[in-house]
C-alpha cells in the first residue's frame, strides 16, 4: 500500500517541481549541461576539417554509421538530434516562464538605473533568441542544404566551405558564435550555483572555468569560417 501510495504522488511532485523556481531553474542548468557537452563534441568534429578533405567527410559518414551494426543507418545521429531537440525545447521553454515570472514579480520598473550584471547577464535573453534563430539558419545551412547555394548531397566539406565563401554565411555563423561564447560564459557558472556547485570557495575556479570554456569553444568554432576566408581551407 505504501509503495503504491509513492508511485501516485510522483506525477505531483513531478508537476510541482517543474512549476517552481527552483525546478525551472534545474531543467535550465541540466538541459544547459547537456548541450554545452555536445557543443564541445561538435567542436572537436568541425576542427577535423583542418585534416582535409577525406578527414572531414570521413567524420560526418561515420557519424552516420555509428552504432551499426547493431542500430541501422543514421539511428543514433536522429537519437542524438531528438535528445538535443527536447533540451533546446526545454530549456527555452524554461528561461520564458522564468522571464515572465520575474517580470510579474516586480511590474514596477527601478527609479535608480545601475547596472550591476555583467554584460553577459544582462545579454543573456538576447543572446539565447540569436542562437535559436541561429539553430533554424544552421539546420537549413548544411544538414538540408536549403539556403546553401552551392551545396551538394554527401559533400560535407565542400558544403561548408560553400556557406563561408559568402559574406552572409559568415556574419551569421560569426555573430552567433560571439553570443554563444557569451551565453556560455555567464550559463556555467549559473548552473553550477543552481546544481550547488557554486559554494564561496569554488567562486574563482568556476567562474575561471567559465571564461575558459567559453573562449575556447568561441576561437574552435570561429577558426573554421576564418579559414576558409584567409584560403587556409579551400
Do not use: C
Not at 547555394?149 to 552567433?176: D, I, K, M
Not at 550555483?193 to 574552435?220: C, E
Request: glycine content about 8%.
Amino acid at each position: 500500500m505504501a509503495q503504491a501510495t509513492r508511485t501516485v504522488h510522483r506525477p505531483y511532485m513531478t508537476r510541482t517541481l517543474w512549476r517552481s523556481t527552483v525546478g525551472k531553474k534545474t531543467v535550465m542548468a541540466v538541459t544547459g549541461l547537456i548541450m554545452l557537452g555536445y557543443l564541445v563534441v561538435h567542436m572537436l568534429g568541425n576542427l577535423k576539417i583542418f585534416f582535409g578533405r577525406d578527414e572531414f567527410n570521413g567524420y560526418a559518414h561515420w557519424l552516420r554509421t555509428l552504432g551499426e551494426p547493431l542500430l541501422y543507418y543514421e539511428w543514433a545521429l536522429w537519437g542524438v538530434r531528438v535528445v538535443l531537440l527536447a533540451a533546446v525545447v526545454l530549456h527555452a521553454v524554461s528561461a520564458y516562464q522564468l522571464s515572465r515570472r520575474d517580470i510579474r514579480a516586480r511590474p514596477a520598473k527601478y527609479v535608480h538605473k545601475r547596472p550591476r550584471a555583467s554584460y553577459a547577464t544582462r545579454t543573456m535573453r538576447w543572446g539565447g533568441i540569436i542562437l535559436g534563430l541561429f539553430i533554424v539558419w544552421h539546420l537549413l545551412d548544411l544538414t538540408t542544404l536549403t539556403v546553401n547555394e552551392n551545396a551538394q548531397h554527401g559533400r560535407p566539406y565542400e558544403n561548408v566551405v560553400a556557406s563561408f565563401s559568402t559574406w552572409y554565411g559568415n556574419t551569421v555563423y560569426l555573430t552567433a558564435m560571439l553570443a554563444l561564447g557569451l551565453h556560455i560564459r555567464h550559463g556555467f557558472w549559473s548552473a553550477a550555483q543552481t546544481l550547488g556547485a557554486g559554494k564561496a570557495s569554488r567562486d574563482r575556479a568556476l567562474k575561471t572555468a567559465a571564461d575558459a570554456l567559453a573562449l575556447v569553444l568561441t576561437a574552435g568554432f570561429v577558426s573554421v569560417p576564418v579559414a576558409v576566408m584567409t584560403g587556409l581551407v579551400n
